[in-house]
């Protein structure tokens, strides 16, 4: 089976800009999990989606929203970016085995 | 108090070393217990899962649950400077909702 594949690897934005993450997940798989990833904080949950409803929210702010489609694709927003936002954001998928297998991430700078 | 707690290291070992890394949890409710190993500029992939007490072995690795003490470790025996990435232990609750310790970087030098 394929992985969980996340697009685009690598983004560049500046501050107030809004910006739209995308992650297939695992085929069969509709379980759909964002984390925040930073050298400071470490890995941080951002939300969860389940069969295109959201299942659980960590802390972090309205700034950051999600979505899942019906084909269990899932797309995260953040709006009026900050510096603060840098980092590397990944996307998880489960098969509902109580296990989460993550993308590659997509490492968001900036500026 | 965070809900799993983790050693940042760094640890740094010869090549051939016993590597023990290790978590400690607060809610006995947890059901699940992972570790994964990220690589620099990769996503975790998961090394071991298991949901009870006692010891997993998986080739070098071995994942030992103590829920009484709610305390996990990782064990690898004969490092490989591979297996240089960061460690992280991942715990379930009933709920399905994961909880990441803050990971343990490890270096094992040739």
């Known amino acids: 089976k394929a992985g969980v594949t996340q697009t685009p690897r690598y983004l560049i934005k500046t501050r107030g800009q809004q910006v739209t993450l995308s992650c297939s997940p695992i085929s069969g798989h509709r379980s759909v999990s964002w984390y925040q990833q930073t050298p400071g904080q470490g890995l941080q949950f951002l939300f969860e989606y389940f069969s295109e409803t959201q299942r659980n929210k960590g802390n972090f702010p309205g700034r950051f929203s999600g979505r899942q489609f019906s084909n269990s694709r899932s797309e995260m927003n953040v709006s009026t970016l900050e510096l603060g936002d840098s980092a590397l954001y990944l996307c998880a998928s489960s098969g509902g085995e109580d296990t989460q297998y993550f993308g590659p991430g997509t490492r968001l700078t900036v500026l | 108090q965070k809900e799993v707690e983790q050693d940042p290291g760094p640890l740094s070992v010869p090549e051939g070393a016993i590597v023990s890394l290790n978590c400690t949890y607060s809610n006995s409710a947890f059901q699940y217990f992972m570790w994964y190993r990220q690589y620099s500029r990769k996503g975790p992939e998961l090394l071991m899962y298991?949901?009870?007490?006692g010891n997993k072995e998986d080739g070098r690795f071995t994942a030992q649950v103590d829920k009484s003490s709610k305390y996990i470790s990782l064990f690898i025996r004969d490092s490989q400077p591979s297996d240089s990435a960061t460690y992280l232990c991942?715990?379930?609750?009933?709920?399905?909702?994961?909880?990441f310790g803050s990971g343990t970087k490890l270096n094992v030098k040739p």
């Open positions: 298991t949901y009870s007490s």
């Open positions: 991942a715990i379930v609750n009933n709920f399905n909702k994961f909880y």
